[in-house]
């Protein structure tokens, strides 16, 4: 068994195609791997960068309830607050600030001292609550008569606020209301 004698032109002929050819291929392949490879690692950067960013109230949705409101003075009652997650998967590390506000005074919400902070991964469309849970007061000087409750977001710009109808809210010291916050919780735990 012998192999065909081939001329050199020949030889040439079936050579070339496939080097040209196999060349071809190999610069196409280097070159969508190598975009691909950048392309994709800046897109998962990106995308982690988002995922782990905190919250933004622009992309939260509020809504206040349900509230359980102090029937009179000297009860107890517990307002929520929900936040949906309008926006792209974002963190919230750690509890809201809360301040109650009444005219031109303001007194700063205690952290619930029996909760701990977490950091919650809040996922597009996810809601998170938390709670602000107080003590009613009678209407004077040992009471704050609360309108408006300002809050924020751990890392975030800028405050949300609600209207408050809750009743006044007993101080235990000249700025300190009888009040705690709640660290965020995932809706429905």
Do not use: H
């Amino acid at each position: 068994l012998r192999a065909p004698s081939l001329t050199s032109g020949e030889l040439n002929m079936r050579v070339v195609p496939i080097t040209v050819t196999a060349l071809a291929a190999a610069l196409l392949l280097t070159a969508c791997s190598s975009g691909d490879d950048g392309g994709s690692k800046d897109a998962g950067d990106s995308k982690s960068k988002a995922a782990g960013s905190a919250c933004a109230f622009g992309d939260l949705g509020q809504e206040v309830g349900p509230v359980d409101a102090a029937p009179a003075a000297g009860d107890t009652g517990n307002v929520t607050v929900t936040l949906t997650n309008k926006g792209a998967e974002c963190t919230l590390d750690g509890f809201p600030t809360v301040t109650l506000e009444a005219g031109g005074t303001s007194a700063s919400v205690g952290k619930d001292p029996a909760a701990e902070a977490q950091k919650l991964t809040v996922a597009e469309q996810g809601t998170v609550t938390f709670t602000i849970a107080y003590t009613r007061g009678e209407s004077g000087a040992k009471s704050l008569a609360v309108k408006t409750v300002k809050y924020g977001l751990p890392g975030a710009d800028g405050t949300g606020s609600f209207t408050w109808s809750y009743g006044d809210v007993v101080l235990k010291g000249a700025d300190a209301p009888d009040a705690t916050v709640s660290t965020f919780q995932q809706a429905g735990d």
